[in-house]
């Protein structure tokens, strides 16, 4: 099995920053570029093809859009465009989406919404006029893009962590990312929960290729590094740490935590975060110890290892230390 390395890029840089940053990892050797879709940040598209023009070799895709915010045709259209930029390196991320509340998007039927937007997404992109009903989204007879696309079926992947979406990615995608986890012993887990779809739909489970990807400090100094790290999970521990069913937190942490957070007290609440716990949510330290739990991940059977943001005291620091001391480590 040939294991991928990528990074993972929020979408809150200036217009430039993106293709520096994409050229260095080029250079390096990775060999995935993601941007997130968070909210209020940057719309990845932006991002992506100033990447696509920016380098020849790497895959590139949102991680993840929803379909709740992005109606099917405009992430067809968005995939197409990524795709012909790129020459046909694009991958699509789908996912429910979090924090939709925050603009008033109501989020009924997550999986029948997620499997129905790829649905009508693939048939936009192949041509398809036979149209489509679901219980989420329709698309009338004759209903076709007007431009020609790259591609008819850019990879899918799939943002889950639990044994539903888990399994419709098996049933229907090419990859499933667990984000926000650097947890080598969910590897098994999502392996069990993508088997169940996969066996529904006829397939072989190792089709559908495992990513774990999460926040990312690595520095010379790895205890400036691993405060970093603290400090940026603690801004999303309570969103994944229930998540995680192979993990348990000390009593009450998650609360404490949180209280912190909520008043705006970032290293406060980072300072709390066990080494254990760490871990678990982020790869963090010196090259040599994020090298060493990317290994973990590999030696699990994920198919791609994601380093995420913000990479390291600097983004350009971090990404320069992650191909010239994290990658070489991963390649011998």
């Given amino acids: ?75 067809a259209g968005q995939i197409a465009a990524l795709d012909l930029a790129s020459a046909g390196r694009a991958y699509l991320g ?75 990615a098996g049933r229907i ?12 012993d969910m590897v098994p887990v999502v392996q069990d929960r993508l088997r169940v779809g996969a066996l529904a739909a006829g397939r072989d489970v190792d089709e559908v290729g495992i990513v774990l990807g999460a926040v990312t400090v690595v520095d010379t100094d790895g205890e400036a590094a691993r405060a970093k790290a603290r400090t940026e999970v603690a801004m999303y521990l309570a969103v994944v740490a229930d998540l995680d069913p192979t993990v348990t937190l000390p ?19 980072g300072r709390l975060i066990p080494d254990g716990v760490l871990d678990r949510f982020a790869f963090s330290g010196t090259p040599a110890q994020v090298a060493a739990q990317a290994q973990q991940l590999i030696d699990a059977g994920v198919r791609r290892v994601e380093f995420g943001t913000p990479h390291g005291l600097t983004d350009d620091r971090g990404v320069d230390l992650l191909g010239t001391a994290v990658l070489p480590l991963l390649r011998r």
């Fill in 1 to 75: 099995m040939t294991v991928e390395i990528g990074l993972g890029l929020q979408s809150d840089k200036p217009a430039g920053a993106y293709a520096r940053l994409a050229r260095a990892a080029e250079s390096h050797g990775f060999d995935v570029l993601t941007v997130f879709g968070d909210l209020m940040y940057q719309p990845p598209v932006f991002p992506l093809l100033e990447m696509a023009q920016a380098t020849s070799r790497v895959r590139l895709g949102p991680a993840c859009l929803n379909p709740y915010s992005l109606a099917p045709y405009e992430i």
């Fill in 94 to 168: 789908l996912a429910r989406g979090t924090w939709l509340g925050a603009v008033g998007l109501a989020q009924p039927k997550p999986l029948a919404t997620i499997e129905e937007a790829a649905a009508v997404v693939y048939r936009l992109l192949r041509g398809d006029r036979d149209g489509y009903r679901g219980q989420v989204f329709t698309l009338a007879p004759d209903t076709a893009l007007r431009y020609a696309v790259q591609r008819p079926d850019p990879p899918l992947l799939i943002g889950a962590w639990g044994p539903k979406g888990a399994a419709l």
């Fill in 251 to 269: 009593d009450g942490l998650v609360a404490r935590v949180g209280e912190f957070v909520d008043a705006g007290e970032h290293d406060a609440a």
């Fill in 173 to 184: 995608a090419d990859e499933i990312k667990v984000g926000g986890s650097a947890n080598p």
